[in-house]
T-cell receptor, first 106, second 120 residues
């Protein structure tokens, strides 16, 4: 299953709303869709699992939604620390795939 | 206590040679979790490499490494390993070990990564 993410880059200002898209080449179970944040020089950090559940310690401004082949990560009001690259990831048929990422920059 | 994964063993290696990566786990019950290797390159982004089940009974590999890489673990030592043989230039990447939290179906703990460079 291939994942595509759009846009490739999202240029926004602090306080604005960010909407990131992840599309799968075939339908996937929502329970197997996750979102990660990665900053330069750091490992990815789990934000959302099961398409819409926030991981421990993740602020409420991060939310996930979607089903089937279309999933969305929304950051309601961007904080300075949210400027990073965001990846979606899915599991199916004993294999795991990541999307190419969306860079959110100022 | 913060769960921790620390990779080691990366370096520069010639094409066709071998390298073994290690990942030391701490502050969690290692033997209860499936463990993975994920790699990252600027060109190909994040790529899943391999998984080993908590009890070592199941192992799966990404197509690009199948037959060349072997994942293993030692639960008594809380260690995860990746034996990489017949290395290719395209295996150059930062390699992360990651814990898979089954209830969430997601990678919830990551190491800091170790860089493997395959070059002549």
């Amino acid at each position: 299953i291939l994942l595509t993410q759009s846009p490739g880059t999202l240029s926004l200002s602090p306080g604005e709303r960010a909407t990131l898209s992840c599309r799968a080449s075939q339908s996937i179970a929502s329970s197997y869709l996750a979102w990660y944040q990665q900053k330069p020089g750091q490992a990815p950090r789990l934000l959302i699992y099961g398409a819409s559940s926030r991981a421990t310690g993740i602020p409420a401004r991060f939310s996930g939604s979607g089903s089937g082949t279309d999933f969305t990560l929304t950051i309601s009001r961007l904080e300075p620390e949210d400027f990073a690259v965001y990846y979606c990831q899915q599991y199916g048929h004993s294999a795991f795939t990541f999307g190419p990422g969306t860079k959110v920059d100022i | 206590q913060v769960q921790l994964l620390v990779e080691s063993g990366g370096g520069v290696v010639q094409p066709g040679r071998s390298l073994r990566l290690s990942c030391a786990a701490s502050a969690f019950t290692f033997e209860n979790f499936d463990m993975h290797w994920v790699r990252q390159t600027p060109g190909r982004g994040l790529e899943w490499v391999a998984v080993i089940s908590y009890d070592e009974t199941d192992k799966y590999y990404g197509d690009s490494v199948k037959g060349r890489f072997t994942i293993s673990r030692d639960n008594s030592k809380k260690m995860l390993y990746l034996e990489m043989n017949s290395l290719r230039v395209e295996d150059t990447a930062v390699y992360f070990c990651a814990r898979y939290y089954t209830f969430w179906s997601a990678f919830d703990v990551w190491g800091q990564g170790t860089l493997v460079s395959v070059a002549s």
